[in-house]
């Protein structure tokens, strides 16, 4: 069965950067969409960027032009760099991505576990 697994968070200071990494693996023919969500203590997840096979982006208004969304589709991988991170930015984010297994003909959406990133002094 398909599995994503993030890696990179930890603590930071704010200002500061961090870079999120996401490897899709298993039995999979194709992948869509790759994308990052975040959830804050006490509040709902949320989207923070995704990309398409193509390379599209979608960003939330309130990552704009901090965080970067980049994939390789060699490796499977999708990567969320964060930059000027603010304590507001403190959550923990998600990776997901949406794949098609061998043998199947739909697509379904995978999450991996999580990675926290607390930004604070």
């Known amino acids: 069965q398909a599995q994503v697994v993030e890696s990179g968070g930890g603590l930071v200071q704010p200002g500061g950067s961090l870079r999120l990494s996401c490897a899709a693996s298993?039995?999979?023919?194709?992948?869509?969409?790759m994308g990052w969500y975040r959830q804050a203590p006490g509040k709902e997840r949320e989207l923070v960027a995704d990309?398409?096979?193509?390379?599209?982006?979608n960003y939330a208004d309130s990552v704009k032009g901090r965080f970067t969304i980049s994939r390789d589709n060699a490796k499977k991988t999708v990567y969320l760099q964060m930059n000027s991170l603010k304590p507001e930015d403190t959550a923990v984010y998600y990776c997901?991505?949406?794949?098609?297994?061998?043998?199947?003909?739909?697509?379904?959406?995978?999450w991996g576990q999580g990675t926290l990133v607390t930004v604070s002094s």
């Open positions: 997901n991505a949406d794949i098609m297994e061998f043998g199947a003909n739909w697509y379904s959406r995978v």
């Open positions: 298993g039995r999979i023919f194709s992948i869509n969409v």
């Open positions: 990309v398409t096979s193509g390379g599209s982006t």
